[in-house]
C-alpha cells in the first residue's frame, strides 16, 4: 500500500483522467470521486467507473446530488440547449456553485479516509470562463478546508491540487499520453449521446479537439 492516500475528483473526462494519472505517478494512493449531480447524460459516470478500473484505484465511489433541482445551467436543465457556438462571458453550461459543492464533499471523504490531499481537473488556460476554475477559488477553497475540519485544526492541513491549472489542452494530452492514460475511455462531451459519442460541436468537444490537433497526436474520441 502506497503511504500517501488521496481523494480524485474523477468526472470521467480527459482533464480528471490526467490527474489520476498525475497522482498516481507521486506514489498517491487514490480513491476517486465522481458525481450523478442530474447532468444531462450518464455516460461520463459509467467512463469515470471505466477509467478507475483500468487505472486501478483503492476505491472508486458514486454519490448523488440533485443540482438539478435548481437547475440554472444547460448542463441540469434540459430546457437551455448547450451552446454550439463560441459565446461572450460565462456560458450557460456553467453549474453554480457546482466545484465548491464537488469539493466539500472530496473534503469531507478525505477526512473519513485520512487524505490530505485533493486533486481536481480545473484548467484556467483553455477551458469556458468558469468562475469556479480559477487559482483564486482553489486557493480559497483550501483555506477554507484548513479552517472548518477537525484534521484542519488539529494540524493535519489539507492541500487542494490543481496540477493542470496553467497547462493548455494540448500540454495535458501530451503529459496524460506519456503516463499512459487511455483517452479513447473517457467522455468530454456536454451532450454525449447514450453510446458515449461526442457531438463535436460543444465548446468542450471543440476544446479537446483542438488539443488533440496541437499535441500531434491522435484522436480516439468517437463521435455521433
Not at 462571458?89 to 464537488?102: K, M
Not at 478546508?145 to 487542494?160: H, I, M, R, S
Amino acid at each position: 500500500m502506497k503511504g500517501k492516500k488521496a481523494i480524485v475528483l474523477l468526472s470521467g473526462g480527459l482533464d480528471s483522467a490526467t490527474v489520476l494519472a498525475m497522482a498516481q505517478a507521486d506514489d498517491y494512493a487514490c480513491h476517486t470521486l465522481s458525481f450523478d449531480y442530474g447532468q444531462r447524460h450518464r455516460v461520463e459516470l459509467q467512463a469515470a467507473e471505466r477509467i478507475a478500473r483500468q487505472m486501478g484505484v483503492i476505491e472508486h465511489k458514486v454519490i448523488g446530488l440533485a443540482l438539478d433541482g435548481i437547475g440554472g445551467s444547460a448542463l441540469t436543465d434540459t430546457g437551455i440547449s448547450v451552446p454550439e457556438e463560441p459565446t461572450e462571458g460565462i456560458p450557460v453550461t456553467y453549474v453554480p456553485a457546482r466545484n465548491t459543492v464537488f469539493l466539500a464533499l472530496a473534503l469531507g471523504w478525505a477526512e473519513v479516509v485520512g487524505a490530505q490531499d485533493i486533486f481536481i481537473g480545473v484548467n484556467a488556460v483553455d477551458y469556458s470562463g468558469y468562475p469556479d476554475c480559477r487559482p483564486e477559488f482553489i486557493a480559497a477553497f483550501e483555506q477554507l478546508a484548513n479552517l472548518a475540519t477537525k484534521a484542519g485544526v488539529e494540524g493535519n492541513e489539507f492541500k487542494v491540487q490543481a496540477p493542470l491549472q496553467s497547462m493548455s489542452k494540448a500540454q495535458i494530452i501530451r503529459a496524460g499520453s506519456v503516463l499512459g492514460v487511455d483517452y479513447g475511455l473517457t467522455v468530454s462531451c456536454y451532450q454525449a449521446d447514450n453510446k458515449g459519442r461526442a457531438c463535436g460541436k460543444c465548446d468542450s468537444c471543440r476544446l479537446r479537439a483542438a488539443g488533440f490537433v496541437e499535441a500531434g497526436l491522435v484522436d480516439p474520441t468517437r463521435y455521433s
